[in-house]
T-cell receptor, first 114, second 111 residues
Framework: DAGVIQSPRHEVTEMGQEVTLRCKPI?????LFWYRQTMMRGLELLIY????????DSGMPEDRFSAKMPNASFSTLKIQPSEPRDSAVYFC????????????FGNGTRLTVT | SQQGEEDPQALSIQEGENATMNCSYK?????LQWYRQNSGRGLVHLIL?????REKHSGRLRVTLDTSKKSSSLLITASRAADTASYFC???????????FGKGTMLLVSP
C-alpha cells in the first residue's frame, strides 16, 4: 500500500479564500483522523471518523472548518473563509481500529494564509 | 489540550551516544505510544506500551512506563545521525476514545 496520501503538499492562499485539503487513507483502515500541527500548540486533533461517520469533532476550531468523508477512500478538510492564524501543517492519519492500532500519517499539507 | 509533555524540548548528542527522552502525562491511560517525525514528513509509529507493562524493547529502542508517576521514557541506544528527528509521546485514554500527543523532543545526532 502507498500509505496515507495527502494533497496538496503545499498551499498558499490569501485571507478569505476557501481551502480544501484532501486525504486518501490506507485501504481497510476504519478510522481517519485530521490533525493540525503548529509550533505553539503542537499536534492537535481536529476530528476523527469511524467507518466514514464523524465521531468527535470537538477539536474543530470554529464553524469555518468542516470535514467530510463521503466514502472509505476519501476525506476532505475545508476552511472557509481562511485566516492567517489557520497557517499550519495539517495531517491526515488512518488506523485499523481505535486503541492499540498505530496511526499511519500522511506527509501533511503545509498551509500558508497571507 | 496536551496530555503528554516531553522533556527535554531539545537534545543534542554525538553518534554512538545514548539518547533518553521523557514523557509525563496527567490522566489515566490505556497505553502510551512513541512516534518519530523527520523534518517535513508525517509521524511514524515506533512502539506501544500498555498500561500493565513496565518495559518494552524494539531494536535499539527501550521504553519504560511508570503509571504511579505517570511518566514514560524512550531510550535510543548507540544513536546514529539518521536518528535525528522529533520524538513524540502519545497517550490513549482509558476509554479508548482519544490519542493525545505531546509537543515532542527534537533530537540532533551529530556525526
Amino acid at each position: 500500500d502507498a500509505g496515507v496520501i495527502q494533497s496538496p503538499r503545499h498551499e498558499v492562499t490569501e485571507m478569505g479564500q476557501e481551502v480544501t485539503l484532501r486525504c486518501k487513507p490506507i485501504s481497510g483502515h476504519d478510522y481517519l483522523f485530521w490533525y493540525r500541527q503548529t509550533m505553539m500548540r503542537g499536534l492537535e486533533l481536529l476530528i476523527y471518523f469511524n467507518n466514514n461517520v464523524p465521531i468527535d469533532d470537538s477539536g474543530m476550531p470554529e464553524d469555518r472548518f468542516s470535514a467530510k468523508m463521503p466514502n472509505a477512500s476519501f476525506s476532505t478538510l475545508k476552511i472557509q473563509p481562511s485566516e492567517p492564524r489557520d497557517s499550519a501543517v495539517y495531517f491526515c492519519a488512518s488506523s485499523l481500529y481505535m486503541g492499540e492500532s498505530p496511526l499511519h500519517f500522511g506527509n501533511g499539507t503545509r498551509l500558508t494564509v497571507t | 489540550s496536551q496530555q503528554g509533555e516531553e522533556d527535554p524540548q531539545a537534545l543534542s548528542i554525538q553518534e554512538g551516544e545514548n539518547a533518553t527522552m521523557n514523557c509525563s502525562y496527567k490522566t489515566s491511560i490505556n497505553n502510551l505510544q512513541w512516534y518519530r517525525q523527520n523534518s517535513g514528513r508525517g509521524l511514524v509509529h515506533l512502539i506501544l506500551i500498555r498500561s500493565n507493562e513496565r518495559e518494552k524493547h524494539s531494536g535499539r529502542l527501550r521504553v519504560t512506563l511508570d503509571t504511579s508517576k505517570k511518566s514514560s521514557s524512550l531510550l535510543i541506544t548507540a544513536s546514529r545521525a539518521a536518528d535525528t528527528a522529533s520524538y513524540f509521546c502519545a497517550t490513549m485514554n482509558s476509554g479508548y476514545s482519544t490519542l493525545t500527543f505531546g509537543k515532542g523532543t527534537m533530537l540532533l545526532v551529530s556525526p
